[in-house]
């Protein structure tokens, strides 16, 4: 007992002063106000979990402090959108984009290649840059002429915020037919195919480091389902489009959370293998590397989809009204679907309040179940542990950093997808989400799972409280002055909080003493 | 003396030339020597100005290589030691009336007292954990700033702006005098630097960089050694913030926020950390591939700058400038081996 308490003094500490934040917040509201702060507290919470969970799984395993992880959770997030609201662009897109991944997805036969080709000095200087450069002229010349439906960013009629706007008011948009008409398929095809390969083999002759590569049919599995996903987009192109266009909105949704989340782990293992390898060395040069991933990805995501705010329409499962509205308990939502259901005479939206908290709590458990339980986990808990020490147990480590790196990237996507029907899309979203989460990882503690939970949850609740109590007012007792949190207050107190713990617990509150 | 002549004869060629570059650029744009003395629009006068900033990164970039390239700390919070004295500058002028020598006493109480709030947390937190704390404060200033509540001195998400300069360095009608202003400032910073770096004092700091253990072995308190490089860090960057001030005619919220730390970060990743040459050298790419940029391609300039540190991060490493050190010889015996293939 008494050795229990002493290992987990921290934790009964801070759940101890949660409890008393929580029931003096709740002395200065009604309890319907407490309800909803709380659950709105939760939510914001758990999207800050997705990002921060995969932020720490990266910093702990690999030691790259990803900054872009804010900007691939906005990219998540535009990638759901354009399956909901455009999924003929989305179709168009599937094909190049499979084929430009399906190169990298060769990445253990180049070295086996290159060990084959035999060249003088200056020739194995040269040769990487003038493989990349052909790549790039390559791609240059074939990806404008691929038919892909382009919306006019620029032009109103045509710009995502319009689209949106009549997507959430149920009208259908107009398919935008695409054509080959400058190349044929077949050489476009294979052109973009070939560009992939050679820019692939060209990155991957920077890194000298000998290697033995035994070849088996595991090596061609990502780069055939890629092909085969290329192969499909092209051949079904139209088909898929009829098809995604008939869909309801539940299942579209549920594609896009599917397609975000996968597209992120596949982003995430293409970054992690050409960018983030080569510099395991110089730590301070992947931070560097990251801010500047940041600020193109934030660029393109401008150029693509404009800078203007849009919100993606929420699926119709949580976005029911009608005269049985709002729902007065659980039967009556499952039937009728309202958007709002009534909680202690309060209305708590399901989707923002209730269904993103219960998708928090399922992959925290399941990827607390993956570290836990599977032979991955445990090597990942190794890694974290000393990374070098696994390496010498004569595990693949580099295999499992690329998996890890693609996985956390893949929970800041899941984390995009899931916000922007309650939060919106906007160009900041990624980098305001990243400040939290690092937040929440600091005061939880940078390499420990838990730690990121207890954390983002923490970070979470006191905003939302402090922007209710802008509402409200706090009466200060013994006095007649009532005091109202402004908006700056509400960052400004995670960042206060998070260096206070921080001088006091250098470690965080779960983090482990080195 | 003659041999610290040659041994320094790239540092002197370039000074002359920054002395003469307002008389070569408005000699070229066929205005005589006199009007460029006294201060004629043109091409010269633009010119004079986008040196001025340069100049004043440079003095931001090399606070920023003390406390990085040579102690070691990696600082997110920064661009608060730059806007501390920008903000400081401007509401002393514009609210207080202050004179410049006043303004500047008042500067170097701030800039100690903020370079002692970072000490404070120094001896607590190491590394990453020093990254975050620093962050952390420097987002709390950068929220301050932007706040309402102190709309009427910093003039909230807008910026300051209004600052009445004394007139016989006003950068509207005086730019000449503030060129050459800027130049010496950051001349005698850079020796300051220079000295500071060479002496026994920076050679510990270089230590601390390389094994901070080792250091404290040899029995150094590490702690002061970094105590005085934040100091010196504060007082610079507070200087650079100070003529960023009266240089711009607005101080934008923006020079505190994450992406001027970024911006200090990326010159010395051009140039070359730990470099005190490199932080000149990085300056002078950043702003003119910054302007470059924004006036040929134009929105999206910041992707093609994003993709450009990526590339020097991937393939240029050490900076300019630190590549330059490293290979040096080689690229000499390159250039001997080459004149005696055409000498045969």
């Known amino acids: ?514 | 003396m003659k041999n610290f002549l040659i041994s320094h004869r790239g540092s002197f060629l370039t000074l002359l030339l920054l002395i003469l570059l307002p008389f070569i650029v408005g000699l070229f744009n066929g205005a005589s020597p006199a009007d460029v003395f006294v201060n004629g629009n043109g091409q010269s006068k633009f010119i004079q100005g986008l040196a001025i900033e340069i100049f004043i990164l440079t003095i931001y970039a090399l606070s920023f290589d003390v406390i990085f390239g040579i102690t070691g700390l990696l600082s997110f919070g920064h661009s608060m030691f730059f806007a501390v004295g920008a903000y400081l500058t401007g509401i002393a002028i514009k609210s207080f009336g202050l004179s410049l020598p006043a303004t500047l006493g008042w500067l170097v109480v701030a800039s100690v007292v903020q370079a002692l709030l970072f000490g404070l947390v120094l001896p607590r937190v190491k590394g990453i954990t020093f990254a975050l704390v620093t962050l952390g404060l420097g987002s709390v200033f950068h929220i301050l700033v932007m706040s309402s509540e102190f709309g009427e001195y910093t003039g909230a998400d807008v910026g300051l702006q209004g600052v009445i300069v004394p007139a016989f360095i006003s950068p509207a009608n005086e730019r000449l005098r503030f060129y050459f202003m800027a130049l010496t400032v950051m001349v005698l910073i850079y020796l300051l630097y220079q000295r500071f770096v060479n002496s026994p004092t920076g050679r510990v700091c270089v230590a601390i960089r390389e094994n901070e253990g080792r250091a404290q072995m040899l029995g150094y308190n590490t702690f002061y050694f970094k105590l005085a490089a934040l100091l010196l860090s504060s007082l610079t960057a507070a200087l650079a913030g100070f003529l960023h001030t009266l240089y711009q005619p607005i101080v934008s919220p923006n020079t505190a926020g994450l992406g001027y730390t970024v911006a200090a970060l990326l010159i010395l990743l051009i140039g070359g950390v730990g470099t005190l040459n490199g932080a000149f050298v990085g300056a002078i790419v950043f702003r003119l591939l910054d302007y470059g940029l924004r006036r040929y391609i134009g929105e999206s300039a910041s992707f093609i700058n994003g993709a450009i540190y990526v590339l020097f991060v991937l393939f240029i490493p050490y900076g300019i400038v630190g590549t330059w050190r490293l290979k040096s010889l080689q690229i000499k015996q390159g250039w001997e081996r080459l004149l005696a293939k055409f000498n045969k």
Not at chain 1, 181 to 193: D, H, N, Q, R, Y
Not at chain 1, 392 to 413: C, E, K, Q, W
Not at chain 1, 425 to 442: K, R
Request: glycine share 10%.
């Open chain 1, 1 to 514: 007992m008494n050795s229990f308490l002493r290992k987990n003094i921290v934790m009964l500490v801070t759940v101890l002063v949660m409890a008393v934040f929580l029931t003096a917040a709740a002395q200065g509201m009604e309890k319907k106000d407490f309800v909803i702060t709380l659950l709105r507290g939760l939510a914001v919470g758990s999207i800050t979990f997705l990002v921060a969970s995969g932020f720490s799984l990266i910093f702990g395993l690999l030691d790259v402090l990803n900054l872009a992880h804010g900007t691939l959770f906005m990219i998540g997030a535009y990638m759901g959108w354009t399956v909901v609201v455009r999924p003929d662009t989305f179709v168009d897109l599937l094909t190049p984009l499979a084929l430009i991944v399906s190169g990298f997805a060769l990445g253990d036969v180049y070295p086996l290649l290159a060990s084959r080709i035999r060249l003088g000095l200056s020739m194995k200087r040269i040769l990487p840059w003038a493989l990349i450069l052909v790549s790039i002229l390559l791609f240059g010349w074939i990806l404008p002429r691929f038919p892909i439906a382009i919306w006019d960013v620029e032009n109103y009629a045509q710009s995502p915020v319009t689209f949106s706007f009549m997507a959430d008011s149920g009208a259908r948009l107009p398919v935008m037919p695409a054509a080959f008409t400058e190349v044929t398929m077949p050489s476009a095809f294979i052109g973009l195919l070939l560009a992939s390969i050679i820019g692939a083999f060209g990155i991957s002759l920077f890194d000298n480091s000998p290697r033995t590569v035994r070849l088996s049919w595991k090596n061609f599995i990502s780069i055939a389902i890629a092909l085969i996903i290329a192969v499909v987009g092209v051949a079904f192109n139209d088909a898929m489009t009829t098809f995604l266009y008939g869909l309801s909105s539940n299942w579209l949704f549920f594609v896009a959370v599917l397609v975000a989340t996968l597209s992120g782990v596949a982003l995430g293992g293409v970054m992690e293998a050409t960018l983030i390898r080569p510099l395991y060395s110089r730590p301070i040069y992947q931070l560097m590397l990251t801010l500047g991933m940041s600020a193109i990805g934030i660029e393109m995501v401008r150029a693509i989809w404009g800078r203007p705010e849009f919100v993606m329409p929420k699926p119709a499962f949580f976005n029911g009204t009608g005269g049985a509205c709002p729902a007065t308990n659980f039967a009556d939502w499952w039937a009728n679907n309202c958007s709002t259901i009534l909680l202690l005479d309060g209305r708590v939206r399901v989707y923002n309040e209730i269904f993103i908290p219960i998708v928090g709590l399922v992959v925290l458990i399941s990827i607390w179940i993956l570290l836990q339980r599977t032979r991955l986990g445990m090597i990942i808990r190794a890694g974290v542990q000393d990374s070098q020490m696994v390496e010498a147990l004569g595990i693949n480590v580099r295999r499992v950093f690329t998996m890890v790196f693609a996985l956390g990237v893949g929970l800041a996507s899941l984390g995009g997808v899931l916000a922007a029907p309650s939060m919106g899309l906007s160009n900041l979203m990624g980098e305001s989400l990243l400040l939290n989460a690092l937040i929440a990882l600091a005061i939880g503690g940078l390499t420990s799972y838990p730690g990121a939970a207890l954390g983002s949850v923490i970070v979470g609740m006191i905003q939302q409280f402090i922007i209710k109590y802008g509402q409200i007012g706090i009466a200060i007792p013994f006095t007649e002055i009532i005091f109202k949190p402004t908006p700056p207050l509400v960052p400004a107190s995670t960042v206060m909080l998070m260096v206070i713990i921080l001088l006091l617990l250098p470690n965080g509150l779960l983090g482990k003493k080195e």
